[in-house]
């Protein structure tokens, strides 16, 4: 063979590689730009995945791939499955065309697809008919069949099938969301959703966003424009600049959003909460009571670091019980963080000013009896709702408050918490939220609320002092 023939048989070579690199889109996905919330999706091992995020945030892009990933046994991060079944669930045939099947049929390279069965149109030009369903060839040597379906077809459609996983593009009536939980009940399958949240507060911010039923395989996190990085930035803020709050709270952050508007907004999830660690015995602060019977009973754990952050460590929250239960949890609570006590054995905190006073039905108030039961409490706090709010969005704002995972009923009120009528915040569920609230307005003025920052001096005798006075407790 002579060097123009070699010359020729190598172009040939590089075209083929050329053609198939162009074809492996799938390959490339997140390679030579990461979207880190997609990686942090694609990564979370939950059966029960949603990504909220704004139009053009990427959400619907991570979707697909891992319908695609599950199809072909390649998952990068989870156990895969041969001969896996699934469906991609629309809101409508028209839909499923321009959205979910446009990007499976971008991600599936050609030569991965046995078979396409279609509704209406040709399969050779699959892209602008309505698909039935995809055969696709597994690694494992089998075949995986996705499946399309329509909202519109009602729940009925939607029985019989046993599936390995379920991808909602948009969000689904809530039956047909509970009859695909049926289906991938037997396989112990997956379930996600990638929507914008246009509708308001609807099943899926209750069931999901705020997984009111405490289900431990539920999980969401959030996406905006920011976070995709093939977004150009310039593009980015002159849309933005032109867009009401409201518009841009959906489809530039993809937040759930009414009329009056959430209290908390600076509140981000990813932010904001954070997995439990051993907390320093130095660091460790007060707790916080907002006393209730029929309603809950909320005590919050504080922890505050050398440079002013605070720590939300431990909650206990219970309704309908008396003093002596709920002591006797809280100070079990402690003894779990290996909490610090007064010289006394007391635990110190502070409590809403109305535990102070006497009830019709007792002699004694609720400050007086954990006061008994060696739980030391301030009834001296500053009850300004307004004043109080403002504190705690400004450590939210300025990254200074932290809360542990494990504080669910916090981070779930504060996720739901919505002004009202006459710039009020809604009285419900805010028992938590309540002491959050306390404990910020006890806290000292910080540098957050316009003081100037302590010198380094004034901060080192600062922790002298703080270290002091916890080794005498």
């Not at 969301?177 to 997956?190: F, I, N, P, Q």
């Amino acid at each position: 063979m002579d060097e123009k023939e070699i010359l020729r048989e190598l172009l040939i070579i590089d075209d083929e590689l050329d053609r198939r690199r162009s074809r492996d889109l799938i390959g490339r996905y997140n390679r030579d730009k990461v979207h880190v919330k997609q990686m942090q999706f694609h990564k979370c091992l939950k059966r029960n995945r949603w990504v909220f995020g704004g139009n053009r945030s990427g959400k619907t892009e991570c979707g697909a791939v891992e319908a695609v990933w599950m199809l072909r046994g390649i998952h990068p991060y989870r156990e895969n499955r041969a001969d896996t079944c699934g469906w991609a669930v629309s809101l409508s045939y028209e839909v499923q065309r321009e959205v979910a099947q446009s990007k499976i049929l971008r991600y599936l390279n050609p030569d991965w697809i046995e078979d396409i069965v279609m509704l209406s149109g040709k399969k050779s030009n699959a892209v602008h008919g309505i698909i039935d369903y995809i055969l696709v060839r597994n690694v494992s040597g089998g075949l995986s069949k996705l499946c399309f379906k329509s909202c519109e077809q009602g729940r009925e459609k939607f029985q019989g099938a046993s599936l390995d996983f379920v991808w909602f593009d948009e969000e689904p009536p809530f039956d047909i969301y509970e009859e695909c939980r049926m289906r991938v009940l037997d396989s112990k399958g997956y379930i996600w959703g990638t929507m914008t949240p246009l509708k308001g507060l609807t099943w899926v911010y209750d069931k999901i966003y705020l997984n009111s039923g405490g289900d431990g395989e539920v999980w969401h996190i959030s996406m905006e424009w920011a976070d995709n990085p093939y977004l150009d930035k310039s593009e980015i803020d002159a849309l933005t600049a032109t867009m009401s709050q409201e518009s841009l709270d959906s489809r530039r952050y993809g937040k759930f959003s009414c009329a009056e508007g959430i209290v908390y907004g600076e509140f981000d999830q990813s932010r904001h909460v954070i997995e439990p660690f051993d907390v320093p015995r130095e660091w460790q602060d007060r707790i916080a009571i907002d006393p209730g019977l029929n309603n809950p009973l909320a005590c919050l754990f504080f922890a505050v670091d050398w440079d002013g952050n605070v720590y939300v460590v431990g909650e206990w929250y219970e309704k309908g019980k008396d003093v002596d239960y709920h002591a006797e949890h809280i100070k079990g609570l402690a003894e779990h963080l290996d909490w610090h006590y007064d010289s006394k054995g007391r635990l110190e905190g502070v409590v809403d000013s109305a535990a102070s006073q006497r009830t019709l039905s007792g002699t004694k108030s609720v400050a007086q009896l954990f006061y008994e039961r060696d739980i030391l409490l301030d009834t001296k706090v500053n009850k300004d709702v307004f004043s109080g709010i403002a504190r705690v969005k400004s450590y939210l704002k300025s990254g200074r408050l932290f809360i542990f995972s494990t504080c669910r009923n916090l981070i779930r009120e504060i996720k739901s918490y919505w002004w009202g009528k006459d710039d009020m915040p809604v009285k419900k569920d805010d028992h938590a939220l309540d002491a959050l609230r306390y404990y910020i307005m006890s806290r000292p003025i910080t540098p957050i609320m316009g003081k100037a920052e302590d010198s380094e001096i004034v901060k080192d005798k600062k922790k002298l002092i703080r270290r002091n006075n916890n080794r005498a407790k």
